[in-house]
């Protein structure tokens, strides 16, 4: 079965995920960090690790310098075994972030390489992976899906390429835009598919008899209409 990961950087819904079952490890950038309202990076890590001990956590490095980057890698490292540091493919200027990439992995950093949109890129970081060190390669199948393109021909051969590579690689189906998107990673066998908190709440549908659920979307606009005061 696929595992599922929590996103997002709210500490009360993180809290919340990892006392309710459902999820076996969580994600968060500096995007999400933000939108959260986060202002300490390092403090709002800290207090997540306090709290979240037995699940593994990814936190974003966010120089665009590469020499930055690997000091806030082995800072981020250090604060938990349980942490995996999400290094970009990229940099801003689009070069490729392979020799950093190569570097943590030889010294044991377990690493979340991010933003990956093409089987390109997957080969590139593969060819920078070569110990026994666990890592997860993150690809964006919703951002990609955006695009008008199918992801699923993309994600069979990226989880075809890393799996043939070494065991303790992990796919990572990224961005997801509907909980459709959970079932096809677990059929053709992603080994983790990150959701947010609205997705996450959407698992309870599952199997839900569709006239029933067909009478409660009438129910709602009915009374929807009727606590509105909509006349004609």
């Not at 947010?196 to 006239?211: A, G, M, Q, V, Y």
């Amino acid at each position: 079965m696929v595992k599922i990961y929590a996103d997002g950087a709210d500490l009360p819904s993180m809290k919340e995920a990892h006392s309710g079952g459902l999820v076996e490890g969580f994600t968060t950038n500096p995007t999400l960090m933000k939108i959260a309202g986060v202002s300490d990076y390092m403090g709002f890590a800290t207090e997540v690790l306090s709290c979240i001990k037995d699940m593994p956590i990814s936190f974003e490095v966010f120089s665009d310098d590469f020499d930055e980057m690997y000091a806030q890698a082995k800072k981020l490292s250090s604060l938990g075994d349980n942490v995996y540091v999400k290094i970009p493919v990229t940099n801003t200027e689009s070069k490729f972030a392979g020799d950093l990439v190569k570097r943590l992995d030889e010294e044991g950093v377990k690493m979340n390489i991010t933003a990956v949109f093409s089987i390109s890129q997957v080969k590139n970081i593969l060819n920078c992976v070569g110990t026994d060190t666990p890592h997860i390669i993150s690809v964006f199948a919703g951002r990609v899906a955006d695009t008008g393109k199918d992801p699923l021909p993309l994600m069979k051969t990226a989880l075809r390429l890393i799996k043939e590579h070494s065991n303790t690689l992990q796919l990572l189906w990224a961005s997801p835009r509907e909980v459709f998107n959970v079932y096809q990673a677990n059929e053709i066998g992603c080994d983790i598919i990150t959701i947010t908190n609205d997705l996450l709440r959407k698992l309870s549908l599952k199997e839900k008899d569709l006239e029933e659920y067909s009478l409660e979307t009438v129910k709602m606009f009915y009374n929807d209409a009727k606590n509105a005061g909509y006349t004609l």
